[in-house]
């Protein structure tokens, strides 16, 4: 059949469910929680918010349609498991632009993007996880003001972009998880953007510390918000101010990189 709401909160929740209709956000918000595998059916945002409240795959979306302000939610204890896969953003019929919610996971794989507008997005005030991820060819992640970016078993960079979008005098984080040494690898940017004040910070867990690679190409570029990074152990990469202040700081850390300002 056809489930949608227009206005409220529409929550479907159950043991192993299935979808082989439409379920449209057309205004309010819709909510899937429990097993349930889409494969057969469509999600529509056509308007409005569809938000991912458990586990769920690429291959349990089916056909994902969304209009001109639809979003689609990875929600608080969402996980969106890749499988060891690419899953591309911006492809035809593919979920586009996603926002990961406090409490949102994305595991075990790569997001790319082929369309620009197609991006991953932290909520405002969120702490979402990365674990095991690529970002990939063609995203770009933004970590917006008061959330943390939270990356276990390091972050891998092939392509994408990473902005840290400090804001009305609040921080966005960027912290590894784990303990030991942690790794910012591949090939990619971070860059600490103009267009706000607070704070910016690289950071790891207690007792930790961050290798930062030879591909990574890090931009300080905010002249209102500082950013530090700290726990370093070594920069292999190419970090860079061309505004305001960048902070390295770390017990014997190393530089077999390029640091400029």
Do not use: C, M
């Amino acid at each position: 059949g056809s489930l949608r709401t227009t206005s409220g909160v529409l929550s479907l929740n159950g043991s192993n469910w299935s979808n082989s209709g439409t379920i449209e956000a057309a205004g309010g918000r819709v909510e899937l929680y429990g097993a349930w595998d889409s494969s057969a059916g469509t999600l529509a945002a056509s308007s409005s918010a569809i938000a991912f409240g458990s586990t769920f795959s690429p291959s349990k979306l089916g056909t994902v349609t969304r209009g001109s302000t639809g979003i689609f939610e990875i929600a608080n204890g969402g996980t969106f498991d890749l499988y060891e896969a690419t899953y591309d953003l911006g492809a035809y019929g593919h979920l586009g632009s996603l926002i990961l919610a406090n409490g949102s996971t994305v595991q075990n794989g790569t997001l790319s993007s082929t369309n620009p507008s197609a991006t991953l997005n932290l909520g405002n005030s969120a702490q979402a996880t990365l674990s095991s991820v690529t970002l990939g060819p063609g995203l770009v992640t933004n970590v917006n003001y008061s959330s943390t970016l939270v990356a276990v078993n390091g972050l891998n960079l092939d392509g994408g972009t990473l902005n840290l979008n400090p804001n009305y005098g609040a921080t966005a984080t960027l912290r590894f998880d784990g303990a030991g040494p942690q790794s910012l690898s591949g090939t990619g940017r971070i860059l600490n953007n103009v267009n706000g004040y607070g704070y910016s910070s690289i950071t790891t867990a207690a007792g930790a510390s961050l290798d930062i690679g030879a591909g990574i190409s890090l931009t300080q570029q905010n002249n209102n918000a500082p950013l530090s990074i700290t726990n370093l152990s070594s920069n292999q990469g190419s970090l860079r101010t061309t505004s305001g202040v960048l902070s390295l700081n770390g017990s014997n850390w190393s530089n077999s990189g390029t640091i400029e300002a």
